[in-house]
C-alpha cells in the first residue's frame, strides 16, 4: 500500500515538473515569437524608410534634372538673343524696283509705296568697315533701281554701277558705305550636318515692311544646287524660310559667324530653304576691310 502512495506520489512529481516544464517551454517560444516579430516589424520600417528615401532621391533628381533642363534652355536662349543682338545692326533691308505690281510674281514680296510702286523685298549685310553690303543676286539682279533701307527707314538709292553681280553663284555685292559694322565672317570650312544655324531676314511685305524676323534651325544636308548652269555648293535648313529672308545672313549657333547667304525657299517642300556657303574667300580682294 505504501509503495502504491510512492509510485502515485512520484508520478504526481513528474506530472507537476513536465507542467512546470511546458509552461516555460511555452513561455520561451512566446518570447521567441515576441522577439522575431519585433524584429520583422523593425526589419519593415526599415525597408518602408529605405523606400521612402530613394523615392526623396528620385524626385530630388528628378526637380535637378528639371532645373538644369530649363537652366540650359534659358542660357541657349540668352545665347540665341545675344547671337543676334550682335548681327542686328549689320543687317539691312533691300528694296529693287519699283515696278507695276501687276508685273510681279505671286513669290516676290511687294511692298507699294504711297506713289502706288512696287518693290521686291530682299535682306542684305555688311561685310566691311565702310558698310558694302552683300546680298543674293535675285534680289537686285535686272532692277531698274536698287534700295537700301536702314533701320529708322530711311534710305539710300544704290546706283546700277555699284552694283557687283558673282558670275556663278546667286550672290551680289552693293558697293556702297553704308554705315553699318560688319557681320563676323567664318574664315573658312563648314559646319557639320545637325549644327544649329540662325537668319535674320525681313518676310513679312506689306503687313510690316520694317519688321525684322530671327528664326532658329538646323542644317540638314549639304548639297550643291544649280544656278546659271553652274553647281553651288549650299546647306539645306530645316527653317522657314520666305522669299523677303533672301540675301539675309545665315550663321551658326556656336559661334555667331556668319556662315551662309540665304537664297531660296526648297521648291517642292515646306519650312526648307538653301543658302549658299559662305566664307571670307568670296569677298574680293577690293572689298576687304
Known amino acids: 500500500m505504501k509503495k502504491t502512495h510512492f509510485a502515485i506520489l512520484v508520478i504526481a512529481v513528474i506530472v507537476i515538473l513536465i507542467s512546470i516544464g511546458l509552461s ?3 513561455a520561451y517560444l512566446g518570447s521567441q515569437n515576441s522577439s522575431f516579430l519585433s524584429k520583422q516589424i523593425e526589419f519593415d520600417n526599415n525597408v518602408n524608410a529605405a523606400l521612402v528615401y530613394q523615392n526623396s532621391l528620385q524626385q530630388a533628381t528628378i526637380r535637378a534634372l528639371i532645373d538644369i533642363n530649363n537652366s540650359l534652355q534659358l542660357e541657349s536662349e540668352s545665347h540665341f538673343e545675344q547671337i543676334m543682338d550682335s548681327l542686328d545692326n549689320s543687317v539691312l533691308m533691300i528694296m529693287s524696283g519699283p515696278a507695276n505690281a501687276s508685273d510681279s510674281t505671286q513669290q516676290d514680296i511687294i511692298f507699294v509705296d504711297a506713289q502706288g510702286n512696287s518693290w521686291k523685298i530682299g535682306t542684305g549685310f555688311s561685310i566691311n568697315k565702310r558698310g558694302t553690303i552683300m546680298t543674293a543676286r535675285h534680289v537686285v539682279e535686272n532692277s531698274p533701281l536698287v534700295r537700301i533701307v536702314l533701320k529708322d527707314g530711311t534710305w ?4 546700277n554701277k555699284d552694283i557687283y553681280l ?17 557681320v563676323n565672317l567664318i574664315k573658312t570650312g563648314v559646319i557639320s550636318t545637325g549644327a544649329e544655324i540662325g537668319f535674320i531676314g525681313f518676310p513679312l511685305g506689306n503687313d510690316s515692311v520694317l519688321t525684322r524676323t530671327k528664326t532658329k534651325g538646323n542644317v540638314s544636308a549639304l548639297f550643291n544646287y544649280a544656278y546659271n548652269g553652274h553647281k553651288i555648293p549650299a546647306y539645306v535648313i530645316n527653317s522657314f524660310v520666305n522669299h523677303g529672308n533672301s540675301g539675309g545672313p545665315l550663321f551658326s549657333m556656336k559661334t555667331g559667324e556668319v556662315i551662309g547667304l540665304i537664297n531660296a525657299v526648297h521648291a517642292e517642300t515646306n519650312g526648307i530653304g538653301v543658302a549658299t556657303i559662305l566664307d571670307q574667300g568670296y569677298i574680293p580682294a577690293q572689298f576687304v576691310n
Do not use: E, F
Open 156 to 159: 539710300i538709292n544704290v546706283p
Open 166 to 182: 558673282h558670275t556663278q553663284a546667286d550672290l551680289a555685292i552693293l558697293d556702297i558705305n553704308s554705315g553699318l559694322p560688319p
Open 24 to 26: 516555460g517551454y511555452s
